[in-house]
């Protein structure tokens, strides 16, 4: 029993050993330098739609870099491609259009093959359509289409969510077709898509090092974390990182884990404190268990090889691996409620992940309802006898 737990668990760490994000790493990242990220940013126009002189003047200007179909044209305003690569990728673009596959405020990110050093690069786009007017509500949709170009389709599949919400941060600033704001707004922002959406987990490892399991433990255990002496882009990078290492956002539909989400307990935690006047930061009222310093080596390892896809994959592999325990300890206490020897197995279990007060506070917080289910969790919790973990 003990053997199969252990090698799953070594399975879920070893995530560099079977996902191949070896192509993804950011040479000299430690300098600042960013390599293989690119942007660009279309004007997408109905053709039917009636537009304004200025409107057309503009476009004219622009022929070259305009593509039409029957229904539709996209018009280049900016990009950070080198020349010859950008009309291959408004091709593309114009095809997905013209098959219906880019959906109004959705991300979409597949493999595109452009003449760029990669011989295949991830792709996101989204198409961000204008809101019609009450007047003519049927009236065919003008808007832009952003496309975000780094990594591999892999890569960028695990940071979808970040990628739809840092391109809807853009809609306050494209209120006009000519984009006046082209190189105050717009171009700077679209310049640091990689930067904002993607290496907010790398920065968080960097910073913390091997106190990362202080942070991961908080997020399993709804602790809240407060930064003193930090600047708001630390604040921001910890507090999405607690958001992503957490189990709350999943989907409510599946009850074995909706009841991470929102299983919270009565008992009044105390925040973890970073102090970041300090190089390394300091930190108080630390919380950790052998579950979640089980992990540390693996975040080291992937923020040595400068590698935030695979941190995210870590990361992922983090949460996956704490709700499959959970689901155990469920499936452990309801045998329990009908035999001593599945009680006993119970305790062996949470003597073995290593991670027996998450899953304890988890799981009273999920059965509180239940008395029979709460005799039980109590009867572990007296057995059990871990020592409560060491508050610095």
Request: proline share 4%.
């Amino acid at each position: 029993m003990f053997t199969s737990q252990t090698s799953s668990f070594q399975d879920s760490i070893d995530v560099e050993e079977r996902d191949d994000f070896d192509n993804e790493e950011i040479s000299g990242y430690g300098q600042k330098v960013q390599l293989n990220c690119y942007y660009t940013i279309y004007l997408y126009q109905g053709t039917r739609s009636e537009a304004s002189g200025e409107n057309v003047s503009w476009n004219q200007r622009r022929t070259d870099s305009t593509t039409s179909q029957e229904d539709f044209s996209l018009t280049l305003i900016d990009s950070s491609l080198p020349p010859e690569a950008e009309p291959e990728l408004r091709t593309y673009i114009s095809r997905r259009l013209g098959k219906g596959a880019l959906l109004g405020g959705m991300g979409n990110i597949a493999t595109v093959e452009l003449s760029i050093p990669e011989q295949g690069v991830g792709c996101y786009c989204c198409l961000l359509e204008q809101e019609r007017s009450p007047e003519q509500p049927d009236a065919d949709g003008n808007g832009y289409v952003i496309c975000f170009m780094g990594g591999s389709e892999k890569g960028l599949n695990l940071f979808r969510l970040e990628l739809d919400k840092y391109v809807q941060g853009l809609n306050s600033s494209l209120q006009t077709p000519e984009l006046q704001n082209l190189e105050t707004e717009v171009r700077p922002y679209l310049s640091q898509w990689y930067e904002e959406s993607v290496m907010h987990i790398y920065r968080v490892v960097q910073l913390v090092q091997s106190n990362i399991s202080f942070l991961l433990h908080a997020a399993l255990s709804h602790t809240n974390v407060e930064l003193n002496n930090s600047d708001e882009r630390t604040k921001a990078d910890v507090s999405r990182f607690i958001k992503a290492a957490s189990l709350q956002g999943l989907s409510q539909q599946d009850t074995t884990t909706a009841s991470l989400c929102k299983a919270v307990t009565e008992d009044t935690h105390t925040n973890l404190i970073i102090d970041c006047s300090t190089i390394p930061p300091t930190f108080s009222n630390t919380v950790s268990n052998r579950f979640c310093d089980d992990w540390i080596q693996a975040f080291l390892n992937g923020a040595e090889r400068c590698n935030p896809f695979l941190l995210r994959q870590i990361l992922e592999n983090f949460k996956l691996k704490a709700i499959q325990d959970m689901n155990s300890l469920k499936r452990f206490v309801r045998q329990a409620e009908m035999s001593h020897y599945a009680l006993y197995r119970c305790c062996l279990f949470l003597q073995g992940c290593g991670n027996g007060d998450v899953l304890l506070q988890n799981a009273r917080a999920e059965h509180s309802d239940l008395p029979e289910a709460c005799s039980i969790i109590g009867v572990l919790e007296e057995f059990l006898r871990e020592p409560s973990p060491a508050r610095a």
